[in-house]
């Protein structure tokens, strides 16, 4: 496979395949005031962190590289407080990843050196996807690492076997497989 293909391929199957299910699976642990939580002031609650995952994807692929209009509120992001369920943030969360997924799909190889304006910034396509993709596994780190303070338990997204660590969190392909 030719590498920008891959590189949208693994972009596609970060996003879709180990960063939404993982943080599904995380938050289907945890009560609504678990989602909420946060220690101090200048720190965000899970809630908080998944709204502005889908604000940031929504700006920097669909709206970036796909040409959607830009309609996002980040301080409206962070600045929530009333709490939502998780089944209400999963499926703000999953709506925006499955439009970034689709404009990453359609996305040609050749097209990755192209410039696009995002955040007042001009970059890549490459670089807009790149930024897209890293920043939302950051904070997926972040909603794991909350969820494993309010759970007090391991996630169970890793099984050893023969001494190896193999993916086991539900949505990866090759869980189930022999």
Do not use: C
């Not at 590189?7 to 996003?15: D, G, I, P």
């Not at 359609?106 to 890549?124: E, F, I, S, W, Y």
């Amino acid at each position: 496979m030719e590498t920008g293909a891959a590189f949208l391929a693994q972009s596609r199957e970060y996003l879709t395949g180990h960063y939404l299910p993982k943080i599904g699976a995380a938050i289907g642990r945890l009560a609504e005031a678990d989602l909420w939580w946060r220690p101090n002031d200048a720190s965000n609650s899970i809630g908080n962190l998944m709204l502005h995952l889908a604000g940031n994807i929504r700006q920097w692929i669909v709206s970036g590289v796909g040409g959607a209009p830009d309609e996002r509120d980040r301080a409206a992001e962070f600045a929530r407080r009333e709490p939502m369920s998780g089944d209400e943030l999963l499926a703000i969360l999953t709506e925006a990843v499955l439009d970034a997924e689709a404009v990453i799909a359609r996305t040609d190889p050749a097209d990755l050196n192209d410039r696009r304006a995002v955040q007042g910034r001009t970059l890549t396509v490459l670089q807009a996807i790149y930024h897209a993709v890293e920043h939302f596994g950051m904070h997926t780190g972040q909603i794991l690492y909350i969820a494993k303070l309010r759970s007090g338990a391991d996630l169970g997204f890793y099984a050893m076997v023969g001494g190896i660590p193999r993916p086991s969190w539900p949505g990866h392909p090759t869980v189930g497989s022999a």
